[in-house]
C-alpha cells in the first residue's frame, strides 16, 4: 500500500536552519585565568549576514575536520594579536605585541582545510594575515618602518569611534571578487593595524590596494567557494556601512548555498 507524505513534510515546506559559521576565539588572560573570547562585533556581522556563529576554541589539529562537518561558513576575525612570525621564518620584531600561539596552532591548518573544501572564508584583519601566511606568505611586522609605506595604526588610546574611523581609501582591483560586489573603484576604510602583506602567498589574487601599495584585500583564485580576506575591519557598525552590508550579504548568501548543497533534506523517491 502505497502511503503519501504529507504535503507539510515535503522537502519543499521544510524550514531550513541558518548557515552555521565557525568564529575563532582569541586567547586571554582575564585576571590569573585563561579565557577564549571572541568580540561581538563579528557575531553581530555574522548574523547580519543571516547565519548562525558558532564560537570554536582552541582545537587540536584532529578536530578539525569534525568541525569543518558542522559548517557552512568560517568567519576569521581580527585580533589584538599577531600571527607569530616562526611562521614566515623570522624572529619577533617587537617583544611588546601581543602573540597568541594557541590560535596559530589551529587556524593556521583550518585554513586549507575549510577552502580545500569550498567551505566559504571571510578572513579580516588578523585573519587576512593569517590566510596569507597560512597559504606560505609573509608579514611586515612594523609596516610604518618599511620604505614607501605608510603608518596604517589607528591614534594610540583614541576612542573606538575615532580609531575605526574611515582613514584612507583602498583601489578595488577590476575583475576580481570584490569588483564583483562593488559599484565604485575606489572605496574609503578604517585602518587599525601595524603589520601587513609583505611576500603574498602563491596562488593569491590580489583585490585592493592601498594608496602606498599595500595589499589590502585578496582571494585565493583557483579555491572552490567563496573566499575573500581584507585587512580593514567591515564588521565595524557594518549595519549602516553600504560596503560592509555587500560584503556581509555577499559571504552570506555563499554560506547558505554551501548549506544547501551539503545539508538540504533528501525527498524520498516514490514507490
Known sequence: MRVDTPSFLTTA???MP?????????NRMLGAHPFHVAGKKYIDA?????????????????ELDALLDLADGVLLTGSPSNV???????????????LDADRDAWTLPL???????????????????????????SLHQAVQEVADRDDHRAPKDAPPELQYGLAHDVI????????????????RVNSVHGQGVNRLASGLR??????????????????????????????????????????????????????????????????
Open 206 to 271: 590580489v583585490e585592493a590596494l592601498a594608496p602606498d601599495g599595500l595589499v589590502e584585500a585578496f582571494s585565493v583564485a583557483e579555491a572552490r567557494g567563496f573566499n575573500l580576506g581584507v585587512q580593514w575591519h567591515p564588521e565595524w557598525q557594518a549595519a549602516s556601512n553600504p560596503v560592509s552590508l555587500r560584503l556581509f550579504k555577499a559571504f552570506g548568501a555563499a554560506c547558505e548555498a554551501y548549506r544547501d548543497r551539503h545539508r538540504a533534506p533528501r525527498r524520498e523517491p516514490d514507490r
Open 111 to 137: 585554513i586549507p582545510r575549510a577552502l580545500a573544501r569550498g567551505i566559504p572564508l571571510f578572513a579580516i584583519c588578523r585573519g587576512f594575515q593569517e590566510a596569507n601566511v597560512a597559504l606560505g606568505g
Open 13 to 15: 515546506t521544510v524550514a
Open 18 to 26: 541558518r548557515p552555521v559559521v565557525l568564529v575563532p576565539a582569541c
Open 172 to 187: 578595488v582591483q577590476p575583475g576580481g571578487v570584490l569588483a564583483s560586489m562593488l559599484d565604485e573603484a575606489r572605496i
Open 46 to 62: 555574522v548574523r547580519l549576514a543571516g547565519c548562525q556563529p558558532l564560537i570554536v576554541p582552541t582545537a587540536l589539529v584532529d
Open 84 to 98: 607569530h612570525p616562526r611562521h614566515f621564518a623570522e624572529d619577533v620584531h617587537d617583544p611588546e605585541l601581543p
